[in-house]
């Protein structure tokens, strides 16, 4: 089953990824020239987006539920993975980039209106000059 996990070119990457190039916005795809390949990048605006699977980072919400079997691998893989995104954000700021993580609670099951809206505030993001930010199903979240 593992082996259909896909880590790039996922559906709320896609979503994203299509709607943003219809507005205009160009950008380079997993660029390994950066820590942790960002998903988008955008270096006319300093600007990279990492689109997290909210199972695979462990995300707050509804659609992250630990696995009842091999539960110490579990929490083990995605702490590190929790801690490997904090690190590459981190090595991001240093380079002068901007991060954006949008979580694919934000895309999972919604209407096209407010799928609209999430990519109208990630494109106001990418041209505006807020510092690194968390998008997830609550909203917009600026980090200090």
């Given at each position: 089953?593992?082996?259909?996990?896909?880590?790039?070119?996922?559906?709320?990457?896609?979503?994203?990824?299509?709607?943003?190039h219809?507005?205009?916005?160009?950008?380079q795809?997993?660029?390994?020239?950066?820590?942790g390949?960002p998903d988008?990048l955008?270096p006319?605006?300093?600007?990279?987006?990492?689109?997290?699977g909210?199972?695979?980072?462990?995300?707050?919400?509804?659609?992250?539920?630990?696995p009842?079997?091999?539960?110490?691998?579990?929490?083990?893989?995605?702490?590190?993975?929790?801690?490997?995104?904090?690190?590459?954000?981190?090595?991001?700021?240093?380079?002068?980039?901007?991060?954006?993580?949008?979580?694919?609670?934000?895309?999972?099951n919604?209407?096209?209106?407010?799928?609209?809206?999430?990519i109208?505030?990630v494109?106001?993001?990418?041209?505006?000059?807020?510092?690194?930010?968390?998008?997830?199903?609550?909203?917009?979240h600026v980090?200090?």
């Open positions: 089953m593992m082996s259909g996990i896909r880590g790039k070119n996922t559906k709320p990457e896609l979503i994203i990824r299509k709607a943003l219809a507005k205009g916005f160009r950008y795809l997993h660029s390994k020239k950066l820590p390949k988008l955008f006319k605006y300093k600007a990279a987006i990492f689109i997290n909210c199972f695979w980072h462990g995300h707050d919400c509804s659609l992250f539920k630990l009842a079997t091999r539960t110490g691998f579990w929490e083990e893989k995605i702490s590190g993975n929790k801690t490997r995104d904090v690190i590459k954000t981190l090595e991001l700021a240093k380079l002068g980039y901007r991060v954006l993580t949008v979580w694919e609670c934000t895309t999972r919604k209407k096209e209106i407010i799928l609209n809206e999430l109208e505030i494109a106001e993001w990418i041209s505006g000059d807020t510092g690194s930010a968390v998008l997830d199903s609550r909203g917009l980090q200090r």
